[in-house]
């Protein structure tokens, strides 16, 4: 934790020194002095220390300064620190207009110069400052800080992909004071949210997700141009790829279009996976994979969207982010799958603003006390509908069907039922959402009685039908009807390779319409759609990996 600060501003250099000495002397250990020599030095400070997240107790100014006398800067300053305690230095001669002063702006004392001995006129002073400061309560806030709207969008995806990531953040809203006072000390008005404060106070105005990620330490762009293996997409099939691939000694690199985990970093609690009895959060199981692979030596890149491949020679060529590039010998597609948009009038536009797809732990703070809905029947859907139920007053399951069972596992329908404030509405169908700036209320349709009614509602997470993230390969591999790819042998066609096939092999098992290229996880066609199942083949993907790089 870093010492709070004392602040003094006098613009006579040997007076400046002279507190400052006098201060470190008493307060150095536990607090830091910081001494100007302007009204506007003194701001500048104050302004870095905000940004920084740190705290200040005491302002000390000189009444008679050039620029910006005492008065005005310790009214500036507390705009930027309204808890710190206010002291005015005067010589004798200003006693009056100082007393004045006071009446006006709210000082706590005035001390005239010199105050020598200290022990008698400076200290007993400051010390009766401090302790009415501690009284305050003013907490350091030494993570990343973000100041933004509540209700939109670039706001939450900014928070989303830090809670992904697993950085800590403390959230400020634009329209409250401290987060009036942040945006002022960063120099920006409103209309710079998200506004993203790192811990060593570099503040960056909406952000794209590479700045932040660059901020805050996470990497974006590759080491080298080459490697043995790229693995596209950081969900458990990606990471359990990247993990194997760099612990068998493969130059691995694994590119990730936002933050790792993919769906399962979404899960507040997974309970079927093996070697957890006791579940574990979907971020948790997914950070350690990280730290693993990172461990074995795989650099993985997030914030960095692949848009592009191609096949040059014996390479296999990837695009990033627009104009970067990646060679290498093999790759291991691990893109997943993500929910397809709810297209009832009004979910587009409030999507951000209390609708949200499959993105529940971020938002379950923010959820309390309030009536929560969600669209799904399936595994994810239950599980979100259990963890917000902690926070939420209500939490109402909404599903087409007439009941979870075929779509849900049995014991996630016994955890609900258990479950005061969780209710399951079968039958159901969401047709309109309404909200002025955010979402407010639904409009259900009753499937079986043939009722329209409207609801109160502060939050929707949709989780239906899962659609693959595979529309940036354009031609170069085979897919399904949806988008899902082809592997093995399902490439066979009544026992013919796949056109343009250029080995005397059939596919290997998770290889794809071209050569050198793999697929794991949710994204490959026919595939399993769990967590282990996606660890499992971007394991075995590796093996095979291998064998193509053998030359079979
Ligand atoms: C809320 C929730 C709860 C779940 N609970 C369970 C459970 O309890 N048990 C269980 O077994 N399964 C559960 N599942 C399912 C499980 O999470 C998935 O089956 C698993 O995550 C699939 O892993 P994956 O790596 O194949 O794909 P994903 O997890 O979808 O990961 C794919 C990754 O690829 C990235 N990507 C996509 N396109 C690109 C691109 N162009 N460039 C770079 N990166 C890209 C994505 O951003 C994503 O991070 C749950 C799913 C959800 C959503």
């Known amino acids: 934790m870093t010492r709070p600060a004392i602040v003094t501003v006098d613009d006579d250099p040997a007076v400046s020194r002279a507190v400052a000495r006098d201060l470190r002397r008493r307060f150095g250990e536990q607090y830091q002095i910081i001494r100007a020599v302007s009204g506007d030095d003194g701001l500048h400070a104050l302004r870095e220390i905000k940004l920084r997240g740190g705290r200040v107790a005491v302002l000390l100014a000189d009444y008679r300064m050039p620029q910006m006398n005492g008065i005005a800067f310790l009214e500036q300053a507390m705009d930027l620190f309204p808890n710190a305690r206010r002291v005015l230095l005067t010589a004798y001669a200003d006693t009056d207009a100082a007393i004045q002063a006071i009446n006006v702006v709210d000082v706590d004392h005035y001390l005239l110069k010199p105050w020598d001995p200290p022990e008698e006129h400076l200290y007993p002073v400051i010390e009766a400052l401090l302790e009415a400061w501690r009284a305050a309560g003013d907490r350091e806030v030494a993570d990343v800080k973000v100041v933004g709207h509540r209700w939109s969008t670039p706001s939450y995806k900014v928070r989303d992909f830090l809670a992904r990531n697993l950085v800590p953040y403390r959230w400020f809203a634009a329209d409250e004071p401290e987060g009036r006072r942040i945006l002022d000390a960063a120099g920006h ?96 199981l997914t950070e350690r994979a990280r730290r693993q692979a990172n461990r074995f030596g795989a650099e993985v890149l997030t914030a960095c969207p692949v848009v592009g491949m191609e096949v040059r020679g014996s390479g296999r060529v990837i695009r990033y982010a627009e104009t970067g590039e990646i060679s290498a010998h093999a790759v291991i597609l691990a893109t997943g799958v993500s929910y397809r948009p709810l297209t009832a009038p009004g979910v587009a536009e409030l999507t951000g603003r209390g609708v949200y797809y499959g993105s529940a732990a ?29 926070y939420a007053r209500s939490v109402s399951i909404l599903v087409r069907g007439d009941s979870l069972e075929r779509s849900m596992s049995y014991y996630l329908i016994q955890q609900l039922a258990a479950i005061e404030n969780v209710r399951v509405l079968t039958q159901t169908e969401l047709v309109e959402a309404h909200g002025n700036g955010h979402l407010e209320e639904l409009t259900l349709h009753d499937r079986k009685a043939g009722t329209r009614r409207t609801v109160p509602a502060t939050y929707l997470f949709v989780f239906i039908g899962a659609e693959p993230h595979t529309e940036w390969l354009g031609d170069t591999i085979a897919r399904d009807g949806r988008g899902f790819i082809y592997t093995g042998t399902d490439l066979l066609s009544g026992g013919a390779r796949p056109p343009g096939w250029d080995r005397d092999r059939d596919p290997l098992y998770l290889e794809c319409s071209v050569p050198g290229i793999f697929a794991a996880g949710d994204v490959r066609a026919n595939s399993v759609k769990r967590v282990a199942s996606a660890v499992g083949e971007g394991a075995m993907a590796v093996t095979l990996v291998h064998r193509y790089l053998e030359g079979n």
């Open 189 to 284: 008005g409103p209309e710079a949210v998200p506004l993203v404060v790192t811990p060593d106070g570099h503040a960056l105005a909406a952000p794209t997700q590479s700045e932040v990620a660059a901020a805050v330490g996470l990497s974006t762009v590759p080491e080298r141009d080459f490697y043995d293996l790229v693995i596209i997409g950081g969900g458990p099939a990606g990471l359990g790829a990247a993990v194997y691939g760099a612990s068998e000694g493969l130059r691995t690199v694994l590119v990730e279009k936002r933050a790792t985990g993919g769906q399962a970093g979404q899960s507040s609690r997974i309970e079927n996976y093996l070697g957890f009895p006791d579940g574990v959060s979907g971020a948790q």
């Open 362 to 390: 971020t938002e379950a703070a923010a959820c309390r006390d309030t009536d929560v809905y969600i669209v799904g029947g399936a595994n994810a859907a239950g599980q979100a509908a259990a963890y917000l139920a902690r």
